[in-house]
């Protein structure tokens, strides 16, 4: 049986200068013996306090961007466990990370198994290049991170992002998904594959302002 929770923290999304508070989505994803962790942003205090006595896997960046790595490093350090993030996105680890490098690269199509479950993993440039989804097919799940929110697609106004891109890979790697497919985002609410894929020409017809 999945073993599903969210864990709210709190703290600074910092890029190109520009400081802002956010409200980040953790989700500790396993069984009752093991879990991985998907953006330990912010309190890797409270993070650990969720996992309990559990066997951490991992720790599995949808990007990079300070606030969904933060914590990283000294929850990994606590709980001596692998972080995974795809390399495209390495120079904004090194930004936040400059002397200690992550364990493991994501790849598109990649496995990361923990207990019974397995999670595809969806390559989905345009927020950051290295920008990864998490899919559990078996439960009808996709971890979005930062690409896709329930209203739309995310922020592409920073550094290194791109609105045509995350839109290309919304369409191609999002929408393809089962339309009841429930979408666990990196801030904000869940929504589903259904409720998102009808608006994909509006956002085509719009730029940028983000």
Same mark, same amino acid.
């Given at each position: 049986?999945l ?6 923290t ?5 890029l190109?200068?520009e400081d ?5 989505n953790?989700w ?7 879990v ?8 890797a ?10 066997h951490?896997r991992?720790?599995?960046c949808?990007h ?7 914590a ?15 390399p495209?996105?390495a120079?904004?680890w ?9 364990d ?17 993993v969806?390559? %989905?440039?345009? @927020?950051s290049p290295? *920008?990864?989804?998490?899919? &559990?097919? $078996? /439960?009808?799940i996709?971890? !979005?991170g930062d ?8 922020a ?12 290309d890979?919304?369409e ?5 998904l089962p339309?009841? %497919?429930?979408? @666990?985002?990196g801030? *904000?609410?869940?929504t589903? &594959?259904g $409720? /998102?894929?009808p608006?994909? !020409? ?9």
């Amino acid at each position: 049986m999945l073993h599903l929770e969210r864990v709210i923290t709190s703290g600074i999304f910092s890029l190109d200068g520009e400081d802002f508070e956010v409200d980040n989505n953790v989700w500790v994803v396993g069984d009752e013996r093991e879990v991985i962790v998907i953006d330990a942003a912010h309190s890797a205090e409270k993070i650990s306090d969720a996992i309990g006595d559990r066997h951490l896997r991992g720790i599995v960046c949808t990007h990079a961007h300070n606030d969904h790595i933060n914590a990283a490093l000294e929850l990994s350090d606590a709980k001596d466990a692998p972080i995974f993030l795809h390399p495209d996105d390495a120079m904004l680890w090194n930004s936040v990370y400059p002397d200690h490098k992550f364990d493991t690269e994501l790849r598109h199509k990649d496995t990361i198994k923990v207990g019974n479950h397995r999670l595809s993993v969806v390559h %989905t440039p345009g @927020h950051s290049p290295g *920008g990864c989804c998490f899919h &559990i097919a $078996a /439960e009808g799940i996709v971890f !979005s991170g930062d690409t896709l929110f329930k209203g739309g697609p995310g922020a592409t106004g920073r550094s290194f992002s791109s609105y045509d891109l995350i839109l290309d890979s919304i369409e191609k790697r999002l929408l393809n998904l089962p339309s009841e %497919t429930v979408v @666990h985002t990196g801030h *904000g609410e869940s929504t589903s &594959i259904g $409720a /998102e894929a009808p608006s994909l !020409s509006e956002w085509r017809s719009k730029q940028s302002t983000e």
